[in-house]
């Protein structure tokens, strides 16, 4: 399978972690769109990860949403994605995470759904078929909407980013349905524990919490072995990885 490591906490650090065991990377340092020194900061990375063959890139998503119906708030929202879309191009990753962008009882699904698509359908009007657009959930209480926005827009270029410590704390349904239910639409995971909806989103490492990691990679062999498997948790990093490389050999 293909494992990556979110770079969170140094990236020069980290990256000398991930070239030592021959994974992928997702950089998350352009979740920021107002990072200093961007074109610095995207030569560095460039050239830290020419040997890294598997990239992935974090976009923006401070109040981010493409199913608003606030005209102004979808302009900057698609202004984004198209700053990330730039980057990911420059550091050559084959995928893009963006968030969901839906708070419970905000919207209705129905009008989120129709407005969302429009949004993809424009997004991706003028983009080629080298970049994966990934749907992270984030505050869902289940994974209904998320399959409603992957099933209208119809476009493989738009897939789910599955969560696991989003789901464990934020939803109402178990991590392990929520694999079960959104089945091969999931083409990516990121992957960090919690203690559930008491503790918030903790980012603990992955055997640090009340997800059972063993019946996670177990159920994504069964039902989306494709998934690209990003552990997002700088706690115990090395850890993590070795564990992932064994449960998913």
């Known amino acids: 399978m293909d494992i990556r490591f979110c770079t969170e906490s140094d990236f020069d650090q980290d990256i000398e972690l991930i070239k030592k065991h021959k994974i992928g990377v997702e950089f998350q340092e352009f979740y920021d769109p107002f990072i200093k020194n961007l074109a610095k900061t995207l030569k560095h990375q460039k050239e830290m990860s020419t040997k890294i063959k598997h990239k992935s890139l974090h976009a923006p998503f401070w109040d981010l949403n493409p199913g608003t119906k606030m005209p102004g708030l979808r302009k900057e929202t698609m202004k984004m994605y198209n700053f990330a879309y730039k980057c990911a191009k420059e550091l050559g990753c084959d995928s893009i995470v963006v968030h969901n962008g839906y708070y419970p009882g905000t919207y209705g699904y129905a009008g989120w759904v129709r407005r969302?698509?429009?949004?993809?359908?424009?997004?991706?009007?003028?983009?080629?078929?080298?970049?994966?657009?990934?749907?992270?959930?984030?505050?869902?209480?289940?994974?209904?909407?998320?399959?409603?926005?992957?099933?209208?827009?119809?476009d493989k270029r738009l897939k789910v980013?599955?969560?696991?410590?989003?789901?464990?704390?934020?939803?109402?349904?178990?991590?392990?349905?929520?694999?079960?239910?959104?089945g091969k639409r999931i083409d990516y995971m990121h992957l960090h524990n919690n203690h559930g909806k008491d503790s918030g989103d903790e980012h603990l490492d992955?055997?640090?919490?009340?997800?059972?990691?063993?019946?996670?990679?177990?159920?994504?062999k069964q039902h989306c072995p494709k998934a690209i498997l990003a552990i997002e948790s700088p706690k115990n990093a090395e850890q993590s990885i070795e564990l992932l490389k064994k449960l998913t050999k």
């Open 116 to 154: 969302t698509t429009a949004f993809w359908q424009e997004f991706f009007a003028d983009k080629d078929n080298s970049i994966t657009i990934m749907i992270e959930n984030q505050f869902e209480k289940d994974s209904e909407l998320i399959k409603m926005v992957i099933d209208s827009v119809n």
């Open 161 to 182: 980013n599955l969560d696991i410590g989003h789901a464990n704390c934020n939803s109402d349904m178990s991590v392990y349905n929520w694999i079960k239910t959104l």
């Open 206 to 220: 992955i055997t640090n919490g009340t997800i059972d990691i063993k019946k996670v990679i177990k159920l994504v």
